[in-house]
């Protein structure tokens, strides 16, 4: 009787802490990283995701000439350094944030249309034995108004 | 004895659980198989790390409701009311499929409007996209204070953006937070036909050549692959195999406009810091598949919005 009990009582805490965690990264994203886009317009998409120390994630999207843009990708404090690139269709490399400082946003603008790749990699502390750290990761888009 | 066991492996084997999902959880992305299954991750070992980095969770990001209006109005296209779906139309929508395409389509058009500052259409189209919100359960997504705000800010361009580009996020990232990608791609790909629909209806054939809004609609082609990534993410449920097969029939018209173009060349303009992709584009699309886009488009939204 006792376990028929627990078992729907525990599943239930599962259910509500793993929404709590996405959850989380959600506030993490509009408080932490949404400001970060600074003039720009929040296109209003939402990526964001749990990472592991060591873990990449990948981001394809098509950006369109003559506009103006701000890419935001902002990591947890407890993470190590979050590394992104930018990579063309030909797999060529257009930026690195390795080179500027692991900086957060980067600002670019088309000639013409291009769908580019994004790639983001939580850094790694490098430390046989440590339990990896894992937190949120977020990547905003804005672009500026035109009138 | 027994009994204790079982009941003690039970717990054990919901708190792995437990764990697993807390590590291995994503939010609005697809991710790879290797990764659905990691869950605790044992010290000194290389090989799980080595895993991790293989790991993959991957995002396929359309342009957004806002974005495709955007684009749209800097193209200098006009405005024209009789393209966006009408507001009486929400009380058709009942099922999940339906909601979701037309959440999407009512945040385009309410994108649309507030980009051309219709100011009454705005607080409509908000309302018609919260009545689809709260169909599919999206708690919170838009609240009536927010259509309040709206009301109150209703000459204050920079506030509505906001305010959509905030709506559209609560919707997309809860259906994403509560394990219901399907929807969250329908949500999307209804933002993105919409957009599609109102830009191939609002060209003027007279003025083909050097249209900029014909130019728009060309670059569509590039996200064609990611529609259908996104959308096979969620491959198997009835209501997206429907719309891979829609998808398809566009497909097959995109691949007869051919895009071609040159190597991308980074230079940074050091007084704003940005960073500008140089390439020279060539694109080819005829009169008449520039028709049968805008025909197949349209049957497809008409499928939608019916």
């Known amino acids: ?147 | 004895m027994n009994k204790k066991y079982g009941i003690s492996s039970g717990i054990l084997l919901l708190a792995l659980l437990f764990a697993g999902m807390l590590i291995g959880c994503s939010s609005g992305g697809s991710k790879a198989a290797k990764d659905e299954t990691a869950t605790v991750i044992p010290k000194d070992n290389t090989a799980v790390y080595e895993d991790i980095k293989q790991a993959e969770k991957i995002f396929n990001a359309l342009p957004s409701p806002l974005e495709s209006a955007m684009l749209i109005k800097s193209a200098g296209a006009k405005f024209d009311n009789a393209l966006l779906n009408p507001v009486g139309n929400v009380s058709k929508y009942v099922t999940n499929k339906s909601m979701a395409l037309n959440l999407g389509i009512y945040t385009c058009d309410l994108s649309f409007a507030s980009m051309y500052e219709q100011t009454q259409l705005i607080i409509d189209c908000m309302s018609s996209a919260k009545k689809m919100a709260d169909g599919l359960g999206i708690l919170k997504a838009i609240e009536q204070s927010k259509i309040d705000e709206l009301e109150e800010n209703i000459n204050n361009s920079e506030k509505i953006m906001e305010i959509v580009s905030e709506t559209f996020m609560n919707s997309n990232s809860y259906l994403a937070d509560n394990g219901q990608p399907a929807i969250a791609a329908m949500v999307l790909v209804g933002g993105w036909i919409e957009g599609l629909y109102i830009s191939t209806q609002l060209v003027d054939m007279k003025d083909f050549n050097g249209n900029k809004l014909v130019g728009r609609i060309i670059d569509q082609k590039l996200s064609i692959d990611i529609l259908f990534n996104l959308l096979n993410s969620s491959k198997g449920n009835p209501a997206v195999d429907e719309l891979l097969v829609q998808i398809q029939q566009l497909k097959v018209v995109f691949d007869k406009i051919k895009i071609t173009t040159s190597a991308i060349r980074p230079e940074v303009d050091k007084n704003t810091n940005t960073t500008i992709l140089k390439s020279e584009v060539k694109t080819d699309m005829t009169p008449e598949v520039f028709k049968e886009l805008s025909t197949v488009v349209e049957e497809i939204r008409s499928s939608f919005i019916k």
């Open chain 1, 1 to 147: 009787m006792r376990i028929n009990r627990i078992i729907p009582i525990l599943a239930l805490f599962i259910v509500a802490a793993t929404v709590n965690v996405d959850a989380q990264c959600k506030a993490f994203a509009k408080k932490v990283c949404l400001p970060e886009l600074g003039p720009y317009v929040h296109d209003g998409n939402y990526h964001a995701a749990v990472l592991v120390e060591g873990e990449e994630a990948e981001l394809y999207k098509t950006f369109y000439s003559d506009m103006e843009y701000r890419v935001a990708i902002c990591g947890e404090d407890k993470l190590p350094n979050v590394e992104f690139k930018v990579l063309d269709a030909n797999k060529n490399v257009l930026y690195s944030n390795k080179d500027a400082n692991f900086a957060k946003t980067w600002d670019f603008k088309l000639q013409s249309s291009q769908q580019l790749k994004l790639i983001v990699k939580v850094s790694s502390f490098n430390a046989p034995g440590d339990t990896p750290a894992s937190g949120c990761v977020s990547i905003m888009f804005g672009f500026k108004m035109k009138k």
